[in-house]
């Protein structure tokens, strides 16, 4: 099978994704082998590639937002027919038994594995997962939009639901990518007030598009105070004008895996009347069902660039530099071999 695999860790300019030819994998014991039709390009898998993220294992597929058909069921694999369409996420799986999984806290995990991370990957022609950890994907279902709701729509959905705004309340949006124009739609489908805030102007301009209440720069204080907010873009920095931009009793989520340093914050301005701050880690499967549901009832539509697998590189660089309007996604399989 074709992959793209990290030869190490450098700036994504240096183009550390190589095309190889591997042996496709085997499925174990209540595993799927899947056939990848398409496979999304997330932030984090820039922040594999690039080592902002510790190396897990060397020689590894990043990927984690895959859409494919079953091609091979391990022993004991029954949940999925062979040929069926289903959805690979970033939890590749948890333990079941720390007392966080126990308590149905599961993205607390205490020994988990990650898509992209800790095991190879979707930026290939076949990847594997345990079934227990899988989502259907309907047969009719437009693969390349499908594909960012797999974490951008599930880690955006988490940390709508973690900033606390309700129906009809004024959200705030930090950065304005592939997880924050899904959010926008989610908030507005609640009747809520969206405030976007980007450094980039096509950013702000799709933001527009899509009915945004008010758009500025990533410093510039909002016309109102803000129910809640949700910081996407990886610079620390912002936190302390987002905790600004607060109402009193608001919260701001801080949605990424990876954060630049946070400047020193003062109290009174930042913190007091009972304003929180609070991180976003992981999701659990019920985050995913929940926000596919939704998908389906809004329904929400992502706004791709689709590149092919061989090309993974210059995705990743272009979501560096915020070149991409909504998501990236890799296609795979050409239409034509589904």
Request: net charge neutral; with cysteine.
């Given at each position: ?143 390349r939009s499908f594909a960012p709701l ?111 340093p946070i400047p020193s914050l003062d ?72």
């Open positions: 099978m074709r992959a793209m695999v990290l030869s190490r860790a450098l700036p994504v300019e240096e183009r550390p994704l190589l095309l190889v030819e591997r042996e496709p994998p085997v499925p174990g014991p209540r595993e799927l082998c899947v056939r990848v039709e398409v496979c999304g390009v997330c932030r984090t898998d820039l922040h594999v590639v690039e080592g902002e993220l510790p190396e897990r294992r060397r020689a590894l597929i990043p990927g984690h937002q895959v859409v494919g058909r079953v091609l091979a069921r391990g022993p004991g694999a029954e949940r999925f027919r062979e040929g069926e369409r289903v959805g690979v996420a970033w939890l590749h799986r948890a333990c079941g038994s720390c007392r966080f999984c126990v308590r149905g806290e599961e993205n607390l995990c205490e020994s988990p594995l990650f898509t992209g991370w800790d095991v190879d990957g979707g930026y290939a022609e076949v990847i594997k997962a345990p079934e227990a950890f899988v989502y259907p994907v309907a047969p009719d279902a437009e693969a797999l974490c951008a729509g599930i880690i955006g959905y988490r940390a709508f639901r973690l900033a606390g705004v309700r129906a009809g309340g004024r959200l705030g949006i930090y950065g304005f990518g592939g997880s924050a124009h899904l959010v926008l739609q989610i908030a507005q489908h609640l009747g809520c007030e969206v405030f976007v805030f980007s450094r980039a102007a096509q950013h702000r301009e799709l933001a527009m598009r899509l009915g945004a209440t008010w758009v500025g720069e990533s410093f510039e204080p909002p016309p109102r105070k803000l129910d809640g907010a949700i910081l996407f873009a990886p610079a620390g920095e912002l936190v302390l004008p987002a905790l600004e931009a607060l109402d009193r009793g608001g919260t701001l989520a801080v949605a990424g895996i990876h954060l630049s109290y009174a301005r930042h913190l007091f009347q009972e304003r929180t701050l609070r991180s976003v880690t992981s999701n659990t499967r019920r985050d995913g069902e929940a926000l596919l549901r939704l998908a389906r009832e809004i329904p929400l539509v992502p706004h791709t660039s689709v590149y092919p697998l061989e090309a993974a590189n210059q995705a990743l660089s272009d979501l560096k530099q915020d070149r991409i309007q909504g998501a990236a996604v890799l296609e795979v399989a050409p239409k034509a071999e589904r």
